[in-house]
């Protein structure tokens, strides 16, 4: 059963690289570009400790341009693009996948959580009907 | 209960935890057991330990694990109806209700299975109850049986004990089979039951907890 979702879930989840990010944020300067920016606690994060102060975001699809992209930091990293009127920033990030002009940066903690993403595509990224239908 | 069974939740694997024994038992009596899952689960923010998957590739992983425990359920009549995880509640709330009360007319069901508004936690939860709740509120005597999943810390403090409580025992296998299909929420679950540490999770197993709804 693990095989059978492993052949079915990414495999290329790899620590990231700082230099090979760096290289595709350069790449896409100044390009009508998509993205997903996320942060999260996990949605029990309340209901498991009533103390804890439970906070999140998503955004899926924005479109953006940005005239500087960088990556910073030693681990978990940082990455910071200076859009036409703000910036878009994300910390904690810890791994990455890229397939062609798709780059996918997650940080998880070490229980494998995501608390932290930010996408980039030249193209939207699956949403709603099209998930269910194409996969 | 003797006619079709409707099950309405927001997230693959809310079937499994709170009503698999109940589904299995229908299915073991021939009777149709339709199940509307919301979302993919598309938030979910297991990823694995170490990491199997990235967000992208989390709604087809769930998918997947959503066919396969209906499989174990029996379930023949799974759908997906595409929206997504977190989302539920800012969704125009009428017209969920009417698709659930169009899909009521369709399925015709004796019982129908959600949660139970106020009680369940998470917001994705909380607003398909709502929809649930007033599709049926808006039928009047002809609305099916409804039984409510809660399972926020206040539920027996405030609903009393559960007004119907199904024994699953002879189902707890299958019915660990089936949350065993939604690895990517059940491996820690798992873990848990695996070492028998946890009374909650047994009991989970066993007995199936749920609330009728005052409707006026």
Redesign the interface.
């Known amino acids: 059963m693990f095989r059978v979702i492993l052949s079915i879930g990414g495999t290329d989840v790899k620590a990231i690289q700082p230099d090979h990010i760096q290289h595709y944020l350069d790449n896409h300067v100044a390009t009508p570009l998509f993205v997903h920016v996320e942060t999260t606690n996990g949605a029990y994060a309340t209901h498991n400790d009533p103390d804890f102060h439970n906070a999140g975001m998503f955004i899926r699809n924005a479109k953006i341009e940005y005239s500087i992209g960088q990556i910073k930091g030693n681990g978990p990293y940082r990455v910071g693009l200076k859009l036409d009127h703000g910036w878009l920033y994300v910390e904690g990030l810890t791994d990455y996948e890229m397939h062609e002009e798709q780059l996918l940066l997650a940080g998880h903690d070490r229980l494998g959580r995501l608390a932290c993403a930010l996408h980039i595509d030249i193209k939207p990224l699956p949403q709603g009907a099209s998930e269910v239908e194409n996969q | 209960m003797n006619g079709p069974l409707l099950v309405i939740f927001p997230h693959p694997d809310d079937e499994a935890f709170s009503s698999a024994g109940t589904i299995i038992q229908h299915r073991q009596k021939g009777l149709p057991v339709t199940y509307v899952c919301l979302t993919?689960g598309?938030?979910g923010?297991?990823?694995?330990?170490?990491?199997?998957?990235?967000?992208?590739?989390?709604?087809?992983?769930r998918?997947?694990?959503l066919e396969e425990a209906c499989r174990m359920m029996g379930i023949e009549d799974l759908r997906?109806?595409?929206?997504?995880d977190?989302t539920v509640e800012f969704e125009d709330e009428a017209e969920l209700a009417g698709r659930f009360r169009a899909l009521i007319d369709e399925v015709k069901p004796e019982t129908v299975i959600s949660f139970y508004p106020g009680y369940a936690?998470?917001?994705?939860h909380e607003a398909t109850a709502r929809a649930v709740v007033r599709a049926l509120q808006e039928m009047g005597e002809t609305r099916p049986k409804f039984l409510g999943v809660a399972f926020?810390?206040r539920t027996e403090d405030e609903l009393g004990q559960p007004h119907v409580i199904v024994d699953v025992t002879e189902e707890s296998e299958q019915k660990k089979d089936a949350l065993?299909a939604h690895?990517?929420q059940t491996e820690g679950l798992l873990r848990a039951i695996d070492n028998a540490e946890n009374a909650h999770v047994m009991e989970l197993l066993q007995r199936e907890r749920f609330y009728h709804y005052p409707f006026s």
């Open positions: 993919l598309e938030m923010r297991n990823m694995g330990s170490p990491i199997f998957t990235t967000r992208e590739e989390l709604p087809k992983i998918k997947h694990e997906m109806w595409g929206l997504r977190k936690v998470h917001p994705d926020d810390r065993f690895r990517s």
